[in-house]
């Protein structure tokens, strides 16, 4: 079994004007396969961390105005919410799909995790090239990790630590017109590779949340 793959249909959902007409969209379109995302990969993460995992497809309940540049699901070890906790995402903006290790802003281990990076440097410096780097999951825009050098990622961990609404994401993007994005085998393929690859990210956040 694997999941389905992403098609043109689903990334062009965000070029729709309007909130409703946009949500309408993501909810017949794009929703069912991040549904059917989570359920695949719940047990599988799940497996790999130790953790219990769950998943969350995005609502995008708060907004009221402009419709969602992204949707995702995400994996969590909390039944109720993944914002304030380490977290695994699978999404889509209208150019690429991601996947992407998260902390983001409202996580509480923000400072302390970056204190375990700094002394931990390997875990940064073993991510593979073609990985890519966030600090602000809101935009599709990334940092490839080839691109920065040693002193531009301790920046960034520094900037984790020092910057309220910093955040922190590690993984892939694959362009909407990859083939491995519309196949849905080999996409199953790579989002585990992926998260596998990710996973002593997690493991340390998980470490710092289970002591703050």
Sequence with gaps: MTI???TKKDFDVF???GLDERMEAIKSTVR???EAAGEYFAPAISSMTGDEMFYHVAKHARRK???PDDTWVAFADNKRGYKKLPHFQIGLFESHLFVWFSVIYESPIKGALADQLFQKEEILH???DHYVWSMDHT???AELQKNLSAQDRLTMIDRLKS???SELLCGIHLNRDDERVQDGEKLTQVIEETFETVLPLYRTAKEVHANI
Aim: net charge positive; charged share 30%; hydrophobic share 30%.
């Design 139 to 141: 935009k599709p825009d």
């Design 4 to 6: 389905q793959g992403f």
């Design 65 to 67: 105005v402009n419709p």
């Design 163 to 165: 910057v309220k609404k």
């Design 126 to 128: 073993n991510i593979p």
């Design 32 to 34: 069912p396969k991040l």
């Design 15 to 17: 070029t729709i004007d």
